[in-house]
């Protein structure tokens, strides 16, 4: 995901060295880190909600998030949304709150700013 999310005036060499850095001063290794096998170990609801005109991450890697999770699950893809304005629309705030309240959230627990 690092190198699909990696900014095209960083070379391959440029990211490896991020890596090793990440690595170094996070003490852990990058190879060990998978959001999808995480997902797999999750079991609580997720909602995930992904731009389908997503520049920075592609919309496949909800997907294969989506795919992994082990419990209740809903994957919201938001035509013509991109990164960071996927809550734009009133319809995907029907969508979130129809996904809570399916499982029994309060409204006043789900209320948020829009």
């Given at each position: 995901m690092v190198r699909e999310r990696a900014?095209?005036?960083a070379t391959r060499a440029d990211v490896n060295r991020a890596l090793a850095l990440?690595?170094?001063?996070?003490?852990f290794h990058i190879?060990?880190?998978?959001?999808?096998k995480a997902a797999a170990r999750?079991?609580?609801p997720v909602?995930?909600?992904?731009?389908?005109d997503d520049r920075e991450t592609p919309a496949a890697h909800s997907q294969r998030i989506y795919d992994a999770l082990a419990g209740p699950r809903r994957l919201i893809m938001v035509?013509?949304?991109?990164?960071?304005?996927?809550?734009?629309?009133?319809?995907?705030?029907?969508?979130?709150?129809?996904?809570?309240?399916?499982?029994?959230i309060p409204k006043a627990a789900r209320s948020a700013p829009r």
């Open positions: 900014p095209w005036i990440a690595e170094q001063r996070g003490t190879a060990e880190v998978s959001p999808r999750i079991h609580v909602l995930l909600i992904h731009g389908l035509p013509g949304a991109g990164h960071n304005d996927t809550l734009r629309d009133e319809s995907v705030w029907r969508e979130i709150d129809a996904w809570l309240a399916a499982l029994s």
